[in-house]
């Protein structure tokens, strides 16, 4: 059985430290695009490791079917921020993909150079899907099969969107953004 992460950050602090030890090919001049809400915290938790990067939120509206870009985010994004560069998609974890395929197929939509996942949980079945749009994906932990994200966490400290925007802000006015 793998060890559960304490919270978001705690994962995000997990997964820095595999990016910088034994990734860091993938990190020295990547961007960082976080899945809103649960990503912001675990990008959080990277950046307190690895140093901050260029760090950006991706506004996606998810149901347990579906994923969908927020229209409005997708209208306002500058493209030219991604373009002809490496960018580092994170999230909370993977069950079935779908929330990565939809933000991953956009960014190369947009001219990504290099599209890295960067994630917690990522179970191998979803891996298989996966492989094809990423050019690396990094993960702490790869079950053979999906379960809820919220088994792999002690304390599953889920976010709503205001919160995660608030993490951004304040953020941004502590690096003097």
């Known amino acids: 059985m793998n060890a559960k992460f304490e919270n978001l950050f705690d994962a995000g602090i997990e997964l820095g430290s595999l990016l910088r030890e034994e990734h860091s090919e993938l990190i020295s001049d990547a961007q960082i695009g976080c899945i809103m809400p649960n990503g912001v915290p675990v990008a959080l938790g990277i950046e307190s490791v690895v140093g901050a990067r260029d760090l950006f939120g991706i506004h996606l509206s998810r149901t347990l079917e579906t994923a969908v870009l927020d229209s409005g985010f997708v ?103």
């Open 75 to 177: 209208a306002d994004f500058d493209a030219g921020r991604v373009e002809g560069r490496r960018v580092i998609l994170v999230d909370d974890g993977v069950e079935t993909g779908t929330a990565a395929i939809v933000c991953g197929e956009w960014l190369k939509s947009l001219g990504v150079l290099e599209l890295v996942l960067a994630v917690p949980v990522c179970p191998r079945t979803a891996m298989n899907r996966l492989q094809f749009l990423f050019s690396s994906i990094v993960t702490v932990q790869a079950p053979l099969g999906a379960r809820s994200l919220a088994w792999h966490y002690m304390d599953f400290d889920v976010i709503d969107h205001e919160s995660a925007i608030a993490l951004l802000d304040a953020r941004s006015r502590a690096l003097g953004q």
